[in-house]
């Protein structure tokens, strides 16, 4: 089975500050890794996917992502947080077949201080 | 283009009533995805059509169920509506023979049970 742990369900960053928001992944089979974002009242949108290439991810809106596959995680980072950055992320995990059910971390509520 | 389209996005129903909520894929996507967002916590699969039939379900009771018409749309129906299952509903769609595991969501019925 596969399941996704966020540590931290609230992360408030300074406007210019380094975005961190963690994920550490449990899985049988070799994984495919996502982090979607979802603002308030939307649905999910896909920031980046992790599918076996390079190991370090980039994605929208300036983030990005890396499979340490010794450590089982998939951190998220942005260098410089903007105020439009401020939704909650979400950690995502499917097996390597055709079943694509995505198990979902509980997510991280990400703040922006002016 | 247009995505992932769901309706209704708002609706309140009462303990014991029945409810459907309907998908429409993007474009070019032949496999539909429910997913039920209670709040502050991430989505928890609820079942994948494909071709018309469920090829897989998550840990949800028979008071759920769905259907998937050739046009590829789908709906999902409660029946005897609890109160916690008050949730956003999301879709999410795919081209099966894509292998990405990528799911592309919409923005989700809001259901509030009373």
């Keep these: ?114 | 283009d247009a995505g992932v389209t769901q309706s209704p996005t708002h609706l309140i129903k009462t303990r014991g009533q029945q409810v459907t909520l309907r998908c429409s894929p993007k474009s070019g996507h032949d496999t539909v995805s429910w997913y039920q967002q209670a709040l502050g916590q991430g989505p928890q699969f609820i079942f994948q059509y494909y071709e018309e039939e469920e090829r897989q379900r998550g840990n949800f009771p028979d008071r759920f169920s769905g259907h998937q018409f050739p046009n590829y749309s789908s709906e999902l129906n409660v029946n005897a509506l609890l109160l916690g299952d008050s949730a956003l509903y999301l879709c999410a769609s795919r081209e099966y023979r894509l292998n990405t595991g990528e799911l592309f969501f919409g923005e989700g019925s809001r259901l509030t049970v009373l």
């Design chain 1, 1 to 114: 089975a596969q399941s996704v742990t966020q540590l931290g369900s609230h992360v408030s960053v300074s406007e210019g500050a380094l975005v961190l928001l963690r994920c550490n992944y449990s899985s049988s089979v070799p994984p495919y890794l996502f982090w979607y974002v979802q603002y308030p009242n939307q649905g999910l949108q896909l920031l980046l996917k992790y599918t076996s290439a390079a190991t370090l991810v980039k994605g929208i809106n300036g983030f990005e992502a890396e499979f340490k596959k010794s450590e089982t995680s998939f951190h998220l980072t942005k260098p410089s947080a903007h105020m439009s950055d401020a939704a909650e992320y979400f950690c995502a995990v499917s097996k390597r077949t055709n079943d694509y059910k995505l198990s979902f971390g509980a997510g991280t509520t990400v703040t922006v201080r002016a």
